[in-house]
Nanobody, 115 residues
Framework: QVHLVESGGGSVQAGGSLRLSCIAY????????MAWYREASGNGRELVAE???????NVADSVKGRFAVSGDNDKPRIFLQMNDLQPEDTGTYYC?????????WGQGTQVTVSS
């Protein structure tokens, strides 16, 4: 059974930083991509950043210049460095992994940014 374990969420003031980590285990992964989504109260789930095992990555326009995503060539892990956090970044951040689509999801980690 596949499990994704996220860590690194928390509460910060505006302008602060957090680093999220996620690792997938339970089977072998080779070509899958990993991603971070977030869900704010009352809103749908939004793609924040994604990363392939080859190193290709992209981040959403809403966080470009503030967030950076990175992966691990050897293990199914993904990291999200979040700088200059703003109140609108508040939400539950979910890690996902998949090849053609994101099949497996973590339980989410809460990020709260106060003004």
């Amino acid at each position: 059974q596949v499990h994704l374990v996220e860590s690194g969420g928390g509460s910060v003031q505006a302008g602060g930083s957090l680093r999220l980590s996620c690792i997938a285990y339970g089977r072998s992964f080779h070509l899958e991509r990993m991603a971070w989504y977030r869900e704010a109260s009352g809103n749908g789930r939004e793609l924040v950043a994604e990363c392939s095992r080859t190193g290709a990555s992209n981040v959403a326009d809403s966080v470009k210049g503030r967030f950076a995503v990175s992966g691990d060539n050897d293990k199914p892990r993904i990291f999200l460095q979040m700088n200059d956090l703003q109140p609108e970044d508040t939400g539950t951040y979910y890690c996902a992994i998949g090849q053609d689509r994101y099949d497996y999801w973590g339980q989410g980690t809460q990020v709260t940014v106060s003004s």
